[in-house]
């Protein structure tokens, strides 16, 4: 772990009867990119508000660089904010926009003019110091926004889904360029946003929210591939969740046994024992299909084939009704509605979710 900037420790925060936020603490290490992800109504806008000052919490501490700012007025914390909606002043030119606050500040034009020259060109809008925000695409104005923000040299930027308002396209490559600038800069990135490609994009880690709390918090990889819950297995990456009795026990390999039939789990760091119930999330990439009618694994019935963004997506049903999607990459295979398979997955990628233990 990098030396902690900033730390959250034991937030809670409630309007009127509902509780947003239930005790979440988190350390986040200087030039991490740590990104916020959850539903609308998880409270990763709540928490952004809190770092940058905008609300107080009713319990719990906000450290910054060391020192507790929990009730430091917005504008004396070291942090930034760049909003969806840009918040770009309509009647102020690019360059007064980036280098409003320098001038509250009382800067010298010299420096203002210097430090508005140098962070245009980090965002590559050099030579736009003259035009007006209504003269500007969605992707320039957010990265007039950005620049804006950096001109003050913050430890912390906060980035409240900045990406929302722009195509599909255009997002994509300022998920890129977002990246780039903040590795170049080293500088503190929290951003929050509901978009799992975003955060699986660009984070150095993930903090997966859920009605207030943390779900889980970890690596892009750790998120995908080890999902500590069925909440967070389905959010990130719609994992398959199927429920099964275990039959037998080898070392780290379970077998299950579902409706239908059987299939195989590693459950490293969990211990099972023979008929106990377990929660499995298998992606939809993973899941292999047989026409042998003797093959092991689960019986289903193909129900409908769908293709989008180059991904084949079947759709299948288990005996119990239970639905499965499995995925390819490609356009079309030897599968068609009503059609019944076995289905099966290796056993490294059938991970035990919902698991006390691992709470």
């Known amino acids: ?40 109504g998880c409270g990763k806008t709540t928490t ?9 919490p009713d319990q719990g501490k906000v450290v910054l660089a060391g020192k507790d700012v929990t009730d430091t007025e917005p504008n004396r914390r070291d942090v930034n904010t760049v909003f969806q909606n840009y918040a770009l002043f309509p009647h102020m030119t690019v360059a007064a926009n980036i280098g409003y606050s320098l001038k509250l500040k009382k800067r010298p034009k010299e420096e203002i003019q210097k430090t508005v020259g140098e962070a245009l060109a980090l965002v590559q ?14 992707g320039q104005k957010q990265r007039v926004a950005i620049a804006r923000a950096l001109v003050n040299q913050p430890s912390v930027l906060l980035l409240d889904e900045p990406l929302g308002a ?9 998920q890129l360029e977002l990246k780039q600038l903040q590795k170049r800069l080293g500088l503190t990135f929290i951003y929050i946003t509901h978009d799992q490609e975003e955060a699986l994009n660009m984070s150095d880690r993930i903090v997966v929210m859920n009605k207030g709390h943390f779900e889980q918090i970890g690596t892009p990889a750790q998120v995908y591939d080890n999902p500590k819950s069925s909440y967070v297995a ?20 379970l077998t299950i046994a579902c409706q239908g039939g059987c299939g195989c789990a590693l459950a490293r760091g969990y211990s099972f024992a023979p008929g106990q119930q377990v929660t499995l999330a298998i992606r939809s990439e993973h899941i292999q299909f047989s026409k042998d009618p003797d093959a092991c694994g689960i019986a289903a019935t193909v129900k409908e084939k769908s293709f989008a963004g180059g991904m084949l997506r079947i759709e299948l049903a ?5 639905s499965l999607i499995a995925s390819r990459h490609g356009i079309d295979m030897d599968l068609q509605p009503g059609e019944g398979v076995h289905i099966t997955w290796d056993a490294a990628n059938a991970v035990p979710v919902d698991v006390e233990e691992a709470r």
């Not at 389905?234 to 390999?253: C, K």
């Not at 288990?318 to 239970?322: A, Q, S, V």
Request: aromatic letters at 4%; proline letters at 1%.
């Open 166 to 174: 722009l195509d599909l396209q255009l997002r994509r490559q300022m």
């Open 318 to 322: 288990l005996k119990d009704g239970t």
């Open 48 to 56: 952004l508000r809190i770092i940058a000052g905008l609300e107080t």
């Open 1 to 40: 772990m990098k030396e902690t900037i900033l730390e959250l420790q034991n937030i809670t925060k409630q309007f009127g009867d509902t509780k947003v936020l239930n005790g979440i603490s988190l350390c986040i290490g200087k030039g991490e990119f740590i990104t916020l992800l959850g539903a609308s």
């Open 234 to 253: 389905r959010f990130v990456g719609s994992a398959n969740i199927l429920q099964g009795t275990v039959e037998q026990v080898e070392g780290d390999t």
């Open 125 to 138: 809008l050099t030579g736009y110091e003259k035009r007006m925000p209504s003269e500007l695409s969605g």
